[in-house]
């Protein structure tokens, strides 16, 4: 059963930057897609960005790509994601989930995921 631990979130203010880990447990992330999601206050959860297993395609939502990036480490079972530039509209918790994908390397996407982390708060202040 994998397990996800979502860290690296905190307060920051506008213009600066975190880096978010998701790292898994009990399992091997070798074979699954990593999807970064985010939930602000009184809104509905929403994607963020994805990886395929083999890191060889990410995805971006809107006008995230060019402040964030995702990336992955299998050897140390984690997946990051680095922000850039932080709004306080960046202000949410944000969570971490895997699809298995088994021997299909490519790809990934941002529903029906077969596990979940409990989410890290980022905060940013104007």
């Known amino acids: 059963q994998l397990q996800l631990v979502e860290s690296g979130g905190g307060l920051v203010q506008a213009g600066g930057s975190l880096r978010l880990s998701c790292t898994a447990s009990g399992d091997t992330l070798d074979y699954h897609a990593i999807t970064w999601f985010r939930q602000a206050p009184g809104k509905e959860r929403e994607g963020v960005s994805c990886i395929s297993s083999n890191g060889g395609y990410t995805d971006y939502i809107g006008s995230l790509k060019g402040r964030f990036t995702i990336s992955r480490d299998n050897a140390k079972n984690t997946v990051y994601l680095q922000m850039n530039s932080l709004e306080p509209e960046d202000t949410a918790v944000y969570y971490c989930?895997?699809?298995?994908?088994?021997?299909?390397?490519?790809?990934?996407?941002?529903?029906?995921?077969?596990?979940w982390g409990k989410g890290t708060l980022v905060t940013v202040s104007s």
């Open positions: 989930a895997a699809e298995y994908r088994g021997r299909m390397p490519v790809g990934c996407k941002y529903y029906g995921m077969d596990y």
